[in-house]
T-cell receptor, first 111, second 112 residues
Framework: DAKTTQPTSMDCAEGRAANLPCNHS???????VYWYRQIHSQGPQYIIH???NNETNEMASLIITEDRKSSTLILPHATLRDTAVYYC????????????FGTGTSLTVIP | DVKVTQSSRYLVKRTGEKVFLECVQD?????MFWYRQDPGLGLRLIYF???????EKGDIPEGYSVSREKKERFSLILESASTNQTSMYLC???????????FGPGTRLLVL
């Protein structure tokens, strides 16, 4: 599975869009990009995933660059409850059951 | 929605005790996982199971065993708890190879 690189921490003002970047320059053609978040002392929560097209759901949008070497998770109107650690994971659709979580980006939403 | 439940949110045990952590999922998922999470180390996979009575070692299986007698239940066993097994333990399940795993709330284990 491709390695991912994320900033250690970010701040975002409440009500503004939070844009969380992830670099995955070694991604291969059949590998998906997944995003999870973990609120303090809870289990990780699935947010969204995509292959090459941009994706949107009720929680967030995922923008994947055309070369697929990086992606951005967008929380359109951040709230205090979005304060969490956000993990970007890249893995293949049929490469077993391993999901490697790195140390993620700690997002703090500021009132 | 998938619901993954873990038997305890907090647990305190003594060194040398046998510890059972139970995980149950209600969506008929084939795959189940046990991770531990420690500060600065992220989530590390201990064991996973892709079917009843099947198990595979993850990255850090030493000191642990697992049991999957029924599809919905996956147990993590610490045969003789040690202080370095103090950690947050997370169970997850996943349907087939599609999508991402769904996690339980976690069990914070303290071994004294």
């Amino acid at each position: 599975d491709a390695k991912t690189t994320q900033p250690t921490s970010m701040d975002c003002a409440e009500g503004r869009a939070a844009n969380l970047p992830c670099n995955h320059s070694t991604i291969s053609g059949n590998e998906y990009v997944y995003w999870y978040r973990q609120i303090h002392s809870q289990g990780p929560q699935y947010i969204i995933h995509g292959l090459k097209n941009n994706e949107t759901n009720e929680m967030a949008s995922l923008i994947i660059t055309e070369d697929r070497k990086s992606s951005t998770l967008i929380l359109p109107h951040a709230t205090l409850r979005d304060t969490a650690v956000y993990y970007c994971i890249v893995r293949g659709a049929n490469t077993g059951n391993q999901f490697y979580f790195g140390t993620g980006t700690s997002l703090t939403v500021i009132p | 929605d998938v619901k993954v439940t873990q038997s305890s949110r907090y647990l305190v045990k003594r060194t040398g005790e046998k510890v059972f952590l139970e995980c149950v999922q209600d969506m008929d998922h084939e795959n189940m996982f046990w991770y531990r999470q420690d500060p600065g180390l992220g989530l590390r996979l201990i064991y996973f199971s892709y079917d009843v009575k099947m198990k595979e070692k993850g990255d850090i299986p030493e000191g642990y065993s697992v049991s999957r007698e029924k599809k919905e239940r996956f147990s993590l066993i610490l045969e003789s708890a040690s202080t370095n097994q103090t950690s947050m333990y997370l169970c997850a399940s996943r349907r087939g190879l599609a999508g991402g795993p769904d996690f339980g709330p976690g069990t914070r284990l303290l071994v004294l």
